[in-house]
T-cell receptor, first 108, second 115 residues
Framework: QKEVEQNSGPLSVPEGAIASLNCTYS??????FFWYRQYSGKSPELIMF????GDKEDGRFTAQLNKASQYVSLLIRDSQPSDSATYLC????????FGSGTRLSIRP | DAMVIQNPRYQVTQFGKPVTLSCSQT?????MYWYQQKSSQAPKLLFH???????NEADTPDNFQSRRPNTSFCFLDIRSPGLGDAAMYLC??????????????FGDGTRLSIL
């Protein structure tokens, strides 16, 4: 069974701190990795995607990929209350598989 | 702005009464997907089209069908909705080929309720 695993949370982080979200995957053939943000009752919104080992930065967001260890993470710097949402990790191999998400709560 | 548009946003139907959900896109993407998402769960892929080629997931019930009459539109038909089909239905698009390597862009979803 090819899986994408995320800690369901909730992960509580103080405003202004760094939020770190992790995701592991089982298919070593996976080639593409995506992070989506989903507010309650809304649809997923693409935040970042990464294809190569290492870090990729976009504003306050950094995606980190380690294919040898089969994990991908998302760092959110200077966390804001508006970052409170569920973050879905998605991994692409023969098809894209979504994790069930980590609920992030930014406390003032 | 280029968009993925789903209609309606909310749909209420009766148990066993056929229902159709629609999705349109102005992104001119080759690939269109339908997902089912229940509360606190991962989106579950039902099927996708790569241009006119239909790809059904093995565990998608026969009750669910789809049509893509042209590049811009895709429909999800639920022939005889059961209580377990109440969920958010998400339409997404991506560029092809190599659809598993391309980001997917989602519409706002249709929340389906079954009475």
């Amino acid at each position: 069974q090819k899986e994408v695993e995320q800690n369901s949370g909730p992960l509580s982080v103080p405003e202004g701190a760094i939020a770190s979200l992790n995701c592991t995957y089982s298919d070593r053939g996976s080639q593409s990795f995506f992070w989506y943000r989903q507010y309650s009752g809304k649809s997923p919104e693409l935040i970042m995607f990464i294809y190569s080992n290492g870090d990729k930065e976009d504003g306050r967001f950094t995606a980190q990929l380690n294919k040898a260890s089969q994990y991908v993470s998302l760092l959110i710097r200077d966390s804001q209350p508006s970052d409170s949402a569920t973050y879905l990790c998605a991994v692409g191999a023969s098809k894209i598989i979504f994790g069930s998400g980590t609920r992030l709560s930014i406390r003032p | 702005d280029a968009m993925v548009i789903q209609n309606p946003r909310y749909q209420v139907t009766q148990f066993g009464k056929p229902v159709t959900l629609s999705c349109s896109q102005t992104l001119n993407h080759n690939v269109m997907y339908w997902y089912q998402q229940k509360s606190s769960q991962a989106p579950k892929l039902l099927f996708h089209y790569y241009d006119k080629d239909f790809n059904n997931e093995a565990d998608t019930p026969d009750n669910f069908q789809s049509r893509r009459p042209n590049t811009s539109f895709c429909f999800l038909d639920i022939r005889s909705p059961g209580l377990g089909d109440a969920a958010m239905y998400l339409c997404a698009t991506s560029r092809g080929p190599g659809e598993t390597n391309q980001p997917q862009h989602f519409g706002d979803g249709t929340r389906l309720s079954i009475l």
